[in-house]
């Protein structure tokens, strides 16, 4: 008798993104086994450490066992996995994770009996408060489209958005921009006077606690900051003077680049 082979979540690309997600997924108790390919056999020494998923360095053998391919490599390295892939003669639903890539270039490169998805992961997914964008191409079942969405939503909430938004949520959602602000708004407290510990809790209030009580409850932002900020005190002084510096037109230069630079990830790929 035949024996059934069974398949399970494959990711190919043992990267930080990788360790984030296989983070979030045991922390979440997703206890089936995770194959990880990768050249680097210390990253998946690491991994198996860590997290106890089986490492394989043959990446023909990672993908015959796949019954979800998790594609997490950098985006001018997509191409070249792909190739090297080869031919798949069975059906499979593969999430690309790499940023800028659209479904059609994908598809193109790698199409039908494999069925394509691509999501977009928070590295804060390891903590189970990710965020992640997801979108499928037309052909993918309705019961494929559950599963991908069930897998991500084991690490925080989904969102199904257009392709067309992607780059957009892309630059808009990653958690670089809480930190980044974190460091920035310690390291001037700490210029003001502030031992380090101290700037850094009184930086993460202003930032994590503040927009958490927002989340949290029903009131508009704009009450709230009309509440945090009255008119002719510290608070008020403090943004209108970020304001006149250019706050929001640096956010909005950085958000375009952002966007410039997916547009070149779409153009590079081969």
Not at 7 to 25: D, E, N, S
Not at 27 to 50: C, F, S
Not at 70 to 99: H, K, N
Not at 194 to 223: F, M, S
């Amino acid at each position: 008798m035949k024996r059934t082979r069974v398949r399970v979540l494959v990711f190919l690309g043992g990267g930080r993104i990788t360790g984030a997600l296989v983070a979030g997924l045991r922390r979440a108790g997703y206890n089936k086994p995770i194959v990880v390919h990768d050249r680097h056999p210390h990253k998946l020494r690491q991994l198996e450490r860590e997290y106890g998923v089986k490492g394989e360095a043959n990446l023909h053998r990672a993908v015959e066992q796949a019954r979800l391919l998790i594609i997490a490599v950098r985006p001018d390295s997509v191409g070249e996995l792909l190739g090297a892939m080869g031919r798949i003669d069975r059906s499979l639903t593969a999430v690309s994770l790499a940023a800028g890539v659209p479904l059609a270039k994908l598809r193109a490169r790698l199409g039908p009996p494999v069925r394509w998805a691509r999501a977009m992961p928070s590295p804060v997914c390891r903590s189970g408060r990710g965020l992640t964008a997801l979108t499928f191409e037309l052909g993918l079942s309705r019961s494929a489209r559950r599963e991908v969405n069930d897998l991500f939503a084991r690490v925080g909430p989904v969102l199904e958005i257009p392709e067309t938004k992607f780059d957009a949520f892309t630059v808009s959602y990653s958690c670089s921009h809480g930190f980044h602000a974190l460091a920035a708004l310690a390291s001037e407290a700490e210029k003001l006077g502030l031992d380090r510990k101290t700037a850094l809790t009184a930086a993460a209030h202003a930032l994590a606690d503040g927009i958490l009580a927002w989340r949290e409850g029903n009131i508009p932002l704009h009450r709230l900051l009309h509440e945090a900020s009255t008119p002719g005190g510290i608070a008020a002084k403090v943004m209108s003077s970020m304001s006149k510096a250019g706050y929001e037109r640096a956010v909005e230069r950085g958000l375009r680049a952002g966007m410039a630079r997916a547009r070149k990830n779409a153009k590079r790929f081969a």
